[in-house]
């Protein structure tokens, strides 16, 4: 653990005095303050703030973490040529980067909010936005690394990471959008709960919008997630699903990299 604790710890702070930290830190907060300033509450403007969250977290985490393991491959040689397991250094790494790229999503949402001066009934709908940032952020952290691990071209593995998130993010949502126009005439409503289960963003943002009771703008599917996520059965799934998110691949690439010749 004390090996753990030493790479975490200068991993974060070597990504914590990075400009592309701050910057990204200052993106979620001037974009949580304008929506809020243009749309005149918070409330009319989180959709939008969920929107950047499910969107551009996972975009930020997948791209930061796998350039940050390609231009430290030296730094990484170096820790494998010492006598440490491999498990310690790819956990120690992993969890430096995810840990900064939360607290930056984190502290960013706080911020903004702090600039446009929230009121208590506000709190709990940013730290819902905060929870889902940070279990977004550690999620596709995770996937870039198994990536990183699985290919040592530095191109390749930015573009299947790259492709990763664009699949998440949008082809998934229209493959799901044809599944059900096809077979709308068959009961298909366990189906479209399991497959928001196999896409973190797609969980998250169905989460966040029946936390917030807006269900009804998603329509009939909106009353079959009503239906199984509103219930304590069904918030219950839907955090265990997002924590096997991250600890599956976790496993992966600490399993991958035992047993591959850097």
Known sequence: MKTIWSIFKFVFMDNLRSVWAIA??????LSTYALVYFTGSFTRGVVSIMNIIILITPLVSTMMTSMYFFNKTDFLFLLLAQPIKRSHTFIGMYMGIAVMLALSVGFGLALGMAMSAPRIE?????LLLMLTGVLLSFIFSGLAFLIAIATRDK????????????FMAVIYDGLMLMYFIVFSEYPIEEHAIILSLLNPIDLSRIFIMLQLDVSALMGYSGAVFQK????????????????LWIVVPQFLFVYRARRKDF
């Open 155 to 166: 191109l390749r593995g930015i573009g299947m990471a790259l492709s990763l998130w664009l």
């Open 122 to 126: 506000d709190i709990q709908v940013l």
């Open 228 to 243: 199984f996520f509103g219930t304590g059965l069904g918030v219950g799934v839907s955090i265990g699903a997002m924590l």
């Open 24 to 29: 990204y830190t200052l993106f979620i907060a």
